[in-house]
């Protein structure tokens, strides 16, 4: 069981806004940034959101992120057939030491 | 253009050791903490264990610990993960990682490692 906690699955269909939700505590949020990570089929991860609400260049501004206490959420507009992954948030946890993943959100576009 | 093209994968006894190596350019390598992340067979991500710039900093999950060693020589752009006394739960994709906490995160393709008799 991950120390974030996210759901499952999500769908929607295409034009839609969906999110997906990623709970920790405060040991393992607090005061650390979040990180959402897109995992297409069958290819390596690739990092969508960093430091909570930051885009790297070349990511959609379709996809926006949000921290408030000991969750973070990742936002997708406009929801497209090529956003079908799954989807990770990730942080620093300090009482561990260590890099912590959510258990992922598989994502279908109906 | 960043690289990371890791290697040492392969089919390897309940018990055994593996090495995996990762080859990184396109970037000074040196600046940056590197990591190993896997993904067990229709699993979701797990981070393994991540080294700083300098190797002074390591650290490990829990259920590697005591197991599996990072390293890095920065002088050949390379980062590598000692595997020892494998087992069943061990096998996945192994990735190579720059940055995963970062704006300059960038992962390679993986290698996989299967634990098996």
């Known amino acids: 069981q991950s120390v974030l906690t996210q759901p499952p699955s999500a769908s929607g269909t295409p034009g839609q806004r969906v999110t997906i939700s990623c709970s920790g505590s405060s040991s393992t949020f607090g005061s650390k940034t979040v990180h959402w990570y897109q995992q297409l089929p069958g290819t390596a991860p690739k990092l969508l959101i960093y430091n909570n609400d930051q885009r790297p260049s070349g990511v959609p501004d379709r996809f926006s992120g949000s921290k408030s206490g000991t969750s973070a959420s990742l936002a997708i507009s406009g929801l497209q057939s090529e956003d079908e992954a799954d989807y990770y948030c990730?942080?620093?946890?300090?009482?561990?030491?260590?890099?912590?993943f959510g258990g992922g959100t598989k994502l279908t576009v109906l | 253009e960043v690289q990371l093209v890791e290697s040492g994968g392969g089919l390897v006894q309940p018990g055994g050791s593996l090495r995996l190596s990762c080859a990184a350019s396109g970037f000074t390598f040196s600046d940056h903490w590197m990591h190993w992340a896997r993904q067990a067979p229709g699993r979701g991500l797990e981070w393994v264990a991540t080294i700083k710039t300098d190797g002074s900093e390591k650290y490990y999950v829990d259920s590697v610990k005591g197991r599996f060693t990072i390293s890095r020589d920065n002088a050949k752009n390379s980062l590598y993960l000692q595997m020892n006394s494998l087992s069943a739960e061990d096998t996945a994709l192994y990735y190579c990682?720059?940055?995963?906490?970062?704006?300059?995160?960038?992962w390679g393709q993986g290698t996989l490692v299967t634990v098996s008799s």
């Open positions: 990730v942080t620093w946890d300090d009482s561990l030491s260590a890099v912590v």
């Open positions: 990682v720059r940055s995963i906490l970062a704006a300059s995160s960038h």
